[in-house]
């Protein structure tokens, strides 16, 4: 019983929204979590949709290969609170690691398209503590001439890892990119393009709002992200027309 109470009240601290016990099992003493289909009848777990929570952006227009952003608001501290990265440098060069905090970020996607100028990618970590820190982003040798980053809270999930990352590589005019969803959970995505002109992608036929969008440092390039939250699972497509420029969308779900 004592292995069941301590993973309830873990639970718990996770956000879920209703627990049932079974009183004859708990009053027995059973300290197994070996149940029976009628057990789990009635020891029912219910979680909350996964949610999203855009909470800041910073750029910097120095050349380095190390770009340090501090202050950076993480937003109210959890238990269970993911950070999500939407990332880009303007640089041939790969985005080799981030750090936030003392705690290394996993990639989940990053497109560098041969012949592109700029890299786009998508990290997280878990990061149950405070509500500001410092996002550090390093670039391989060379570097960039530019770094920016949008900083997403993600809660209530089942797990650290996406359930489905996806992109484009670089195209030019129009094209479109399929990604698996889940129900209640939610997307972080971002495109970039290699031009001035302003443009949104489609999710599903709908524009989607954005969290950030304009001109990255130099003006030569557009960059856009925002979040989605699926309310079917299914597949759902990315699409853009970038005339005669390159471009990329990428996309990370999260449940």
Known sequence: MVARWAFLLAVTALGACRIHFDPVEEAAGDATL???????????????PTSVTFEDN???????TVYTFTNIAFGPASVDRL???AVLSNSPNDITSITIGATTATRAVM???????????????????????????????????????????VEYR???????VSGTTSWVGASSVQVPRLADGVGIWMG????????????????????????????????TYGSVTPTTDGMSSYAADFGAD????IAAYFR
């Open 246 to 249: 390159n471009g990329i969308v």
């Open 58 to 64: 910073a750029l910097s227009t120095a050349n380095a």
């Open 192 to 223: 970039q393009r290699d031009g001035t002109t302003a443009f949104t992608p489609t999710i599903d036929n709908i524009a989607p709002v954005s969290d950030g969008a304009g001109l990255f440092g130099s003006a030569n390039f557009y960059w």
């Open 83 to 85: 950070l999500v990265l």
């Open 111 to 153: 497109y560098n398209p041969a012949g592109d100028s700029a890299v786009s990618a998508i990290y997280y970590a878990p990061f149950p503590t405070g509500t500001t820190g410092t996002v550090v982003v390093n670039v391989s040798a060379g570097g960039a001439t530019r770094c920016a980053i949008g900083v997403y809270r």
């Open 158 to 164: 089942l797990q650290t890892a996406p359930t489905s």
């Open 34 to 48: 070996a149940d029976t289909a009628a057990d789990m009848a009635v020891d029912t777990l219910v979680l909350p």
